[in-house]
């Protein structure tokens, strides 16, 4: 059974870093695009970033150059590093499970960030 | 970046009826569309992706269409469960975004 379980959520203060992981079984994240997508409280979803098996990444123009994005395969995790954090950056950060024809079949829980004073 | 415009961004239905969702991309995206459903509290559910192709364990009566601009999501008989909000997604190109929206509401 395909499970993703995040964590690494809570509250921080801007300009503060958190990094989110993504604990992933049933199959193995190198074969697969591993995702993270946000929700706002009360408000849509935004998609922030995505890798794939070879390392190449790709992120939303609002957090390139602050969000990293990486795996560790011997854990089959994935991670989001989240430095320079603002007030905006508050949401639900869900992990998904893609590949080339199907961006998200699988989700995680989500876990809330928290940006404030 | 490509807009995903969903409309409306809310209805409201009864237990049975036919339901209609659309979704209209800013540019072509073929037909790299997915469908979710989301219930309060919940993470998405995937529906549909590829425009038309439904997830495993999806009930039949929803169904995606449409290629390039304009894509579809119907679901034949609404049924209890199937109150939520229901969101597509392009993912031709990066950054991949999504739709405002729908919110079925019991009428």
């Known amino acids: 059974e395909v499970q993703l379980v995040e964590s690494g959520g809570g509250l921080v203060q801007p300009g503060g870093s958190l990094r989110l992981s993504c604990a992933a079984s049933?199959?193995?994240?190198?074969?697969?695009?591993m995702n993270w997508v946000r929700q706002t409280p009360g408000k849509g979803l935004e998609w922030v970033s995505v890798?794939?098996?070879?390392?190449?990444?790709y992120y939303v123009d609002s957090v390139k150059g602050r969000f990293t994005i990486s795996r560790d395969n011997s854990k089959n995790t994935v991670y989001l590093q989240m430095n320079r954090l603002r007030t905006e950056d508050t949401a639900v950060y869900y992990c998904?499970?893609?590949?080339?024809?199907?961006?998200?079949?699988?989700w995680g829980q989500g876990t809330l960030v928290t940006v404030s004073s | 970046d490509i807009q995903m415009t969903q409309s409306p961004s809310s209805l409201s239905a009864s237990v049975g009826d036919r339901v209609t969702i659309t979704c209209r991309a800013s540019?072509?995206?073929?037909?790299?569309l997915a469908w979710f459903q989301q219930k309060p509290g919940k993470a998405p559910r995937s529906l549909i992706y590829?425009?038309?192709t439904l997830q495993s364990g999806v009930p039949s009566r929803f169904s995606g269409s449409g290629s390039g601009t304009d894509f579809t999501l119907t679901i034949s008989s609404l049924q209890p469960e199937d109150f939520a909000t229901y969101y597509c997604?392009?993912?031709?190109?990066?950054?991949?975004?999504f739709g405002g929206g729908t919110k079925v509401e019991i009428q």
């Open positions: 998904a499970r893609g590949w080339e024809l199907d961006p998200h079949d699988y």
């Open positions: 049933g199959f193995t994240i190198n074969n697969n695009y």
């Open positions: 890798i794939y098996g070879d390392d190449t990444t």
């Open positions: 540019q072509v995206i073929i037909n790299y």
């Open positions: 590829g425009a038309s």
């Open positions: 997604q392009q993912y031709f190109s990066y950054p991949l975004t």
